[in-house]
């Protein structure tokens, strides 16, 4: 669905109605063990294959908090802007699943450990806007049920059971379904970037509880419905849409949207009814007793700010200001690790940070590579181009060795040879022609042969100039320099 389309139905389903979106992000922090106990947090592991005594919640065993996975969260609450809380404390959340061996969760509540922070993003204007940041707070992840495994029975799996999960509480800040998913968007790329989450929605390392309510511009918050782990960004517009669509037409017709919580059903693109919508107080949370406090200094926490990356932010900022990129562009470039790694590379093989030379690299990236990546579904890490080839195709251009047009049958070459831009053009006898003398030769010659469209150019059908340059092209086979083309030409139409 395009982005006009979308936008348009969203309108449509909100109607006379403002819709508020706030997001529960939980992201899996990237650590080899879990966040209480020593055991592996590998992807794809046969089913209760890495469960230690603790994940199991054995009698006597206790659990001793992964440091790495405190640092990863304070990484993150740095890249948010966030207050770093040097006090914070693990709770107990009670309550009851198959699959949560304690019968509780630990977690943290009233003192989480990052505060407020904030993430920017544009609304559907292109605007700049600022989504605020509730908290960022630890917690471990419940275990895996089966249900297909067996027809009477259903299957537990804790591999999961005790992996760190970062939980990420937005301010209600958000107005529709395009900013919601921009928002998880740009979480996802500034978690990849700080190295502390993969991002991998489709393995559940991240996932999305979206709070929607509907009110009329001005009044108090509405009833919210909460929807329950949506792992994929384009489920999130459509589990959206639906859900504004089903809370306007229960107020419209009188009725009260009820506090619960649904679960998005993608085959049917319908959101469906899980549970009633417990507040804290029904979860009884209390400090956890075996766990002490979490105490951090503040000298951990600036060691950890030192080492932080350049933010995608920060990089956007610099392509346009120093590079000249146009700020779409530099966006589109930053909205990934790989992509602004493969870009950063291109740079530094352009060797250059000429604005004209670095935009057409940007547009090359952007058209040529991501175009080529897209018809055969890739990733740019598999891309047959590397960011030295690039460079050295967009370089070739810059110095007036081959032109736009005929670089693009050069790289069409190098994508399916993986060959050198330079060797491709050599063996093929595709250097431009910028000899003005031969140039002039052929438009001569083209001139006497079309003595009619002369005269009806010099008698004032100026488009009739465009005529005369694709002759020239098509006679040198698209060698020619066409700014030295359209310079020769001019002079000799006009009798200069």
Not at 207 to 233: C, F, Y
Not at 328 to 346: C, K, M, P, Q, R
Request: hydrophobic residues 40%; negative net charge; proline residues 4%.
């Amino acid at each position: 669905m395009s982005a006009n389309t979308f936008s348009a139905a969203h309108m449509n389903a909100a109607g006379p109605w403002e819709v508020v979106i706030g997001l529960e992000v939980h992201a899996q922090v990237v650590s080899e063990s879990k966040l209480f106990s020593g055991a592996s947090t590998q992807f794809g592991a046969l089913p209760n294959s890495q469960v230690s005594l603790v994940d199991a919640a054995l009698p006597g065993m206790l659990p001793v908090v992964n440091m790495f996975c405190v640092e990863q969260a304070v990484r993150t609450g740095l890249g948010l802007g966030a207050q770093i809380n040097l006090f914070s404390v693990f709770d107990r959340k009670n309550y009851f699943y198959a699959d949560l061996p304690q019968g509780y969760q630990i977690s943290q509540l009233y003192h989480p450990i990052v505060g407020e922070g904030h993430l920017d993003i544009e609304d559907t204007n292109s605007n700049p806007k600022r989504v605020g940041i509730e908290r960022l707070h630890l917690e471990q992840d419940a275990g895996k049920s089966i249900h297909d495994q067996h027809p009477a029975k259903s299957h537990i799996d804790l591999n999961r059971s005790g992996i760190a999960l970062m939980e990420i509480v937005s301010r209600p800040d958000m107005r529709c379904a395009e900013e919601a998913q921009a928002y998880v968007k740009k979480l996802r790329a500034l978690l990849r970037c700080l190295g502390t989450c993969d991002g991998n929605m489709e393995q559940g390392s991240m996932r999305a509880d979206i709070n929607i309510s509907l009110r009329k511009p001005g009044q108090e918050l509405g009833t919210r419905a909460e929807i329950k782990n949506v792992n994929s960004v384009r489920f999130m517009g459509q589990a959206i849409l639906y859900e504004i669509s089903r809370q306007r037409e229960i107020l419209e017709d009188g009725g009260q949207v009820v506090q619960e919580t649904r679960l998005f059903d993608a085959a049917k693109g319908v959101t469906r009814s899980m549970r009633s919508k417990e507040d804290a107080h029904d979860y009884r949370y209390f400090p956890d007793p075996d766990l002490p406090p979490l105490v951090l200094t503040q000298a951990f926490v600036d060691d950890i700010a030192k080492g932080l990356p350049e933010l995608p932010d920060a990089k956007k900022n610099r392509f346009v200001e120093s590079l000249g990129i146009a700020p779409y562009d530099a966006g589109v470039l930053t909205s990934e690790g790989e992509i602004s790694d493969f870009f950063e590379a291109a740079l530094a093989a352009l060797g250059t940070q000429d604005a004209t030379a670095c935009k057409m690299l940007a547009n090359w990236t952007i058209t040529e590579l991501f175009g080529a990546l897209n018809r055969e579904s890739l990733e740019i890490g598999a891309s047959r181009v590397s960011p030295e080839a690039l460079a050295e195709l967009v370089g070739l251009i810059t110095k007036d060795v081959i032109s736009g047009k005929i670089a693009k049958d050069v790289f069409a070459i190098m994508w399916e040879t993986g060959g050198s831009p330079s060797k491709i053009v050599e063996e093929k006898g595709l250097q431009q022609v910028s000899d003005p003398s031969a140039i002039e030769g052929v438009i001569e010659a083209i001139m006497e042969a079309n003595p009619q469209m002369v005269a009806d150019y010099r008698s004032g059908k100026d488009k009739l100039f465009g005529f005369f340059v694709g002759q020239v092209m098509k006679q040198m086979a698209g060698k020619a320099n066409p700014a030295l083309v359209n310079e020769v030409l001019l002079s000799k139409l006009n009798n200069i």
